[in-house]
């Protein structure tokens, strides 16, 4: 079980201003999470503020959800087979370069396509083919995630499960994009007539600038108050609602800090 207590008297420590921290009290802390007496007296020696604050951020983040540092592990050893698997079934097609693999296993695609097309894909509705490409993308950024943390095999879980996160969420709307993708149908869609016409999807170069724009305005909303600071949050939650309209997911925990600021994303 967690202690409560000591979870508050983290969270406490570190909403207090810098002046008034504790540096014995906030390294005593840390060494009840950690039971590192080299850092604990490193920390102390050079009077390392700055190090104690990461690493007590770091344990009161999965203190907060509710994890033990065994639940971390156990979390890891229920997604990485799922993850390992939409990696080994997304490999790019023979002879191809590595752009857009999918999660599907045909060999029989032309030369330039990548696993997991239908034979109807030019066809299919803009934002299914949008799915197409977004779950490239993903692939590749699943792909450094893994290799990242499979570099961290002597880390704790504690400092593992950030990026475990990031790779779980990767993987569901991987997923999820596929399901959607695979079992798509005209007949089910009501779409065998011509379909109606709907506004372009925004290009990749627009997504791009549009993450780009929420990423380096992100700390000026934060500091931002009264009126530029509406003015701001209007401009950046233009880009939100394009991204999301475009079937674009957001990391869990990015999604948080920008709807901290203020941002909706129902």
């Known amino acids: 079980m967690l202690d409560d207590k000591l979870t508050q008297d983290i969270r406490q420590w570190l909403d207090s201003p810098q002046e008034q921290r504790s540096l014995e009290l906030g390294a005593e802390m840390l060494l009840r999470l950690n039971r590192n007496r080299y850092m604990h007296a490193q920390i102390m020696r050079r009077r390392n503020f700055a190090k104690l604050e990461y690493e007590l951020q770091k344990h009161l983040r999965i203190r907060l959800e509710g994890l033990t540092t065994r639940e971390v592990a156990l979390m890891e050893q229920e997604a990485l087979p799922k993850i ?5 079934q997304g490999q790019p097609l023979p002879n191809t370069e590595e752009a857009q693999p999918t999660i599907s296993t045909d060999n ?3 030369e330039g396509v990548f696993r997991g097309r239908r034979a109807d894909h030019d066809t299919l509705p803009a934002d299914l083919q949008a799915l197409y490409e977004r779950n490239g993308e993903i692939y590749f950024k699943m792909k450094q995630l893994f290799e990242t943390l499979k570099g961290m095999e002597d880390a704790t879980p504690c400092d593992r499960h950030e990026l475990l996160g990031q790779l779980v969420a990767c993987d569901k709307e991987y997923r999820d994009n596929w399901n959607a993708y695979d079992t798509w149908s005209a007949v089910a869609a009501g779409s065998v007539t011509e379909p109606a016409a709907t506004a372009p999807l925004p290009t990749a170069q627009e997504l791009q600038a549009a993450r780009k724009y929420l990423s380096s305005n992100k700390p000026k909303l934060a500091a931002a108050e009264g009126d530029a600071a509406n003015a701001l949050r209007k401009k950046m939650q233009q880009r939100v609602s394009l991204l999301l309209s475009a079937g674009q997911g957001f990391e869990p925990a990015y999604q948080s800090e920008l ?6 994303f129902s």
């Open 84 to 88: 390992e698997e939409s990696l080994a």
């Open 108 to 110: 029989d695609q032309p």
């Open 259 to 264: 709807e901290a600021l203020g941002l909706l």
